[in-house]
């Protein structure tokens, strides 16, 4: 097939939560036809993609992320026509629509797991077709088959099997082990067990589906988890019970995503994929977000986000190191040139909200800290996503009681914490407050009425009261807003090519306060720098830059006054992008 000029380089893609994004009738829960209401405002602040996370029919243990039926949209959400109409209006609009594929596992109330928990044979005593889509091993000593622990807390196994003809089988309940049979994998919650991607059969299966959705005319997928498909064949126990290195990466890891590419993926011209797979690095980037559009086209990297805390232990009050973030985005950055792509991103469904991770989200700054942030990610090399209100500098909220948390993971951790001593109830609450998923997912705000603007009802989950002073509405009517500010570096994108094509280049790396680089073309370069601090700080600043030479020099972006920007001081959450052009002064 022929090669097509890879639109998502130039691409930035707008991240959609549809629960919490905008109720249109009143239930308090988002739903498409919000979606459909806010294309223009997406198309306004300039982003040209969006990834929606999954509307599917659902048992919303996981949000969603516990898919019963690939192929219906949950009630809560709308129906089919409303997708189809989301993928008319938004390609009317010039954007592009990408779907959230949760393909390492389904729902324990799917019916292939209905199905395949029935045993290894039916009651006749032929083999169950369907037991060969999950992971089922027997138990080892009298326990589950080795030590790993889910993600989501607890063991990854547990032992549930119903021979389907027992009334009570019907309401056998996925997450308590029934003391019969083998045990199922679960990587994440007892509700979401794994797919087994080693069945021939079940793959077909996923990508018929994956090709019933792009006939639809979506143009591509988030592919959720997917590193995850394929496991140690051996199970082996680990050191500490840590679940990623064994389960993740496994050895038919890149057979399964060539083969998704050929069946699928290759078949339709044009589409973009994004991977999310943590225990990523530059060697597996270069694999799996090649250049040859044999794999994926980018994927999600997580390792600037585990810098304060990780994976293994998220809940701490650990803060990122900016030097570290530095050498890392270096690294990254430069291992990818040419390589691989990457994708630029802070924020999404399962992260605390960026700027109250950096930045000045209580105080006066908190709008300039916002906008620095934005322009250290937006100038680098990848594709930019911006999460549902990040465009606002939306904050994380601060969580009163236990009763308003929402999110599976945190409740289970705030169960497991608090039970076994590691934290007190008040001290889990603010790491929950601090660190939780539920930052993210708190209302999009519209506007300064009732609920933001999100609903006319209850909403599903409480909305952070900053709503009245951090909203859509009163941004979109300011010319300095944080929205503007996101505006303009998305059309900056848009127009220099150097910020997609040139190559990085740290400047003054072991400042620990200053975030600089360069992006260099052979006949301009484009310099970036970011004070991180709520207080002045000084830069070293490239000697080609400094000369007297003012000729082709013009900042594009600051937050600031930054008319004195060669001297290398900065306010508090400066920020400033300077372009020169031609050949004034350059080596
Ligand atoms: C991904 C999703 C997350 C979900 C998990 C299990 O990490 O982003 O929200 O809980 O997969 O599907
Ligand atoms: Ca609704």
């Not at 592009?96 to 039916?122: A, Q, Y």
């Not at 019907?170 to 003391?179: A, D, K, L, P, T």
């Not at 988030?222 to 064949?233: E, F, L, N």
């Not at 991977?275 to 090649?290: L, Q, V």
Request: charged letters at 25%.
């Amino acid at each position: 097939m022929k090669r097509l000029p890879k639109w998502w380089k130039k691409s930035v893609v707008y991240q959609i939560y549809p629960r919490s994004f905008r109720d249109t009738n009143g239930d308090g829960i988002g739903d498409l036809p919000g979606v459909i209401e806010k294309l223009d405002y997406i198309r306004e602040l300039g982003c040209d993609t969006i990834w929606i996370c999954p509307f599917f029919e659902s048992s919303n243990y996981d949000n969603g992320y516990d898919i019963t039926d690939y192929e219906k949209v949950l009630a809560d959400f709308g129906t089919m026509e409303d997708v189809e109409t989301l993928i008319a209006e938004a390609h009317a609009r010039g954007i592009h629509l990408l779907i959230d594929m949760v393909v390492n596992h389904t729902s324990c109330k799917h019916p292939w797991f209905f199905e395949s928990r029935k045993g290894r044979e039916n009651p006749m005593g032929t083999p169950n077709p369907f037991r060969e889509y999950y992971i089922w091993k027997p138990g080892k000593n009298g326990g589950a088959p080795n030590n790993w622990e889910a993600i989501f807390g607890g063991s990854a196994w547990t032992q549930c099997e119903c021979d389907g003809n027992n009334k009570s089988d019907e309401n056998c309940e996925c997450g308590e082990n029934n003391g019969r049979g083998e045990y199922y994998l679960h990587i994440f919650s007892p509700m979401q067990p794994d797919l087994n991607w080693e069945s021939s059969k079940l793959r077909d299966e996923i990508f018929r589906m994956m090709r019933w959705w792009l006939d639809k005319g979506i143009d591509g997928f988030r592919m959720d988890a997917v590193c995850y498909i394929s496991k140690d064949p051996s199970f082996p126990d680990t050191t500490d019970g840590n679940i990623r290195p064994c389960a993740s990466f496994g050895p038919h890891f890149q057979a399964f995503v060539r083969e998704l590419n050929e069946k699928v993926l290759s078949k339709y011209e044009n589409i973009m994929t994004v991977a999310e797979m943590s225990e990523s690095t530059p060697e597996r980037a270069e694999i799996y977000a090649n250049e040859d559009d044999s794999m994926f086209s980018m994927i999600f990297q997580f390792q600037h986000l585990d810098l304060d805390g990780g994976d293994s232990f998220k809940w701490t009050h650990r803060r990122i190191n900016l030097r570290e973030l530095k050498h890392l985005m270096e690294y990254w950055q430069t291992n990818l040139y040419g390589r691989a792509w990457n994708s630029l991103y802070w924020s999404n469904h399962d992260q605390p909200r960026i700027f109250s991770r950096f930045g000045d989200s209580e105080g006066p700054l908190h709008e300039k800290s916002a906008k620095m942030i934005a322009a250290c990610t937006h100038m680098m090399q990848g594709t930019p996503y911006v999460f549902q209100g990040e465009e606002l500098g939306m904050t994380n909220v601060r969580f009163e009681s236990i009763e308003e948390v929402r999110d599976i993971e945190s409740l289970n951790a705030w169960k497991k914490f608090t039970a076994d001593g590691t934290f007190s109830e008040a001290e889990m609450l603010d790491l929950i407050s601090l660190r939780g998923r539920d930052n993210a997912r708190t209302p999009m705000q519209w506007d300064d009425s009732q609920n933001a603007g999100f609903s006319t009802g209850t909403p599903w989950i409480k909305v952070n009261p900053n709503y009245t002073q951090i909203n859509a509405a009163d941004q979109l009517a300011r010319p300095d807003s944080v929205f503007h500010f996101y505006q303009k570096l998305i059309q900056l994108r848009k127009t220099y090519e150097i910020i997609t094509a040139g190559r990085y280049e740290s400047v003054d790396l072991e400042n620990p306060d200053v975030f600089a680089f360069l992006r260099v073309l052979p006949d301009e370069k484009l310099l970036v720098v970011c004070n991180f601090t709520n207080h002045p700080a000084s830069v070293a600043l490239p000697k080609e830059f400094l000369s007297e030479n003012e000729k082709g020099k013009e900042i594009l972006i600051t937050n600031g006054s930054c008319t004195n920007w060669k001297d290398g001081k900065l306010e508090a959450y400066d920020a400033f992008v300077v372009r020169m052009f031609e050949t004034c002064g350059m080596v």
